[in-house]
């Protein structure tokens, strides 16, 4: 993983983006000693949830509707309470939430800038955002959206049965697009973070699509990484300008 920003005193060194999420997450419950954390999983219907140790917690899960994504959660033993359906309408209270944990979710979901409101929206004052996604401007991003049946990626697998969804990779679903945002809604992004895992884990074929498209694109879409890991925190006070 390579880091691209830090601009926190959190020093945890990023072993990968579960480890990442995890230790912010407790970092977090450290320093609000004696409170229930309300947890957010937006994308439940995939991937595993934090590792938050013996730190008491209520932990809510969303995502969308298809049987595979039901399945998944429905096995998923961390998850006290789940809606399943149009994230633009699936309950999600404001302030409710200290940390909202959203893996592998903003590029394969439809109207995802609006999705994305509902989750800061739901996301309490000095909570954090903790985001992983695939860039869409990427070589990856690109043969991702041209093959999406045809990526064996072994992370898929291990993480539900069937895979998520194949990727709707809408403008805000890459680096650039997840720092604009940020900087629109006044969202300071702690830790940023770039990695190749996916590309590797498709394989030797899919990996020299990758670099062909580099070559074609100018560099325009690269092939060093795959996808973006984001530690983003939501301002104590929403008339605070991000720097």
């Known amino acids: ?124 004052p000095g909570g954090l955002l903790l985001l992983r996604l695939r860039d869409r401007d990427t070589a990856f991003g690109l043969v991702d959206r041209l093959l999406p049946a045809r990526l064996p990626v072994r992370h898929r697998s291990r993480q539900a049965a069937a895979g998520p969804p194949p990727a709707v990779y809408e403008s805000v679903a890459s680096r650039k697009g997840m720092q604009w945002y940020c900087m629109m809604r006044g969202l300071a992004i702690a830790e940023e973070y770039v990695s190749g895992e996916l590309a590797a884990e498709a394989g030797r074929g899919i990996a020299g699509m990758c670099r062909l498209v580099a070559a074609f694109s100018r560099g325009r879409l690269p092939a060093g990484h795959s996808e973006v890991t984001m530690v983003v925190r939501k301002p104590e006070n929403r008339f605070a300008r991000v720097i």
């Open 1 to 124: 993983m390579t880091t691209l920003r830090s601009v926190t005193d959190l020093r945890t060194p990023p072993v990968n983006d579960g480890d990442l999420f995890s230790a912010r997450a407790r970092q977090y419950a450290c320093e609000h000693r004696g409170q229930v954390l309300q947890v957010l999983e937006a994308g439940c219907g995939w991937g595993a949830g934090l590792d938050l140790g013996d730190r008491e917690r209520q932990v809510t899960g969303v995502d969308l509707d298809v049987p595979a994504l039901r399945a998944h959660t429905e096995a998923r033993t961390d998850l006290h309470a789940f809606h399943l359906g149009d994230l633009r309408t699936v309950p999600m209270p404001p302030r409710a939430y200290d940390i909202v944990h959203a893996p592998f979710l903003i590029e394969r979901v439809p109207h995802a800038e609006l999705v994305l409101d509902r989750i800061v929206a739901a996301l309490r």
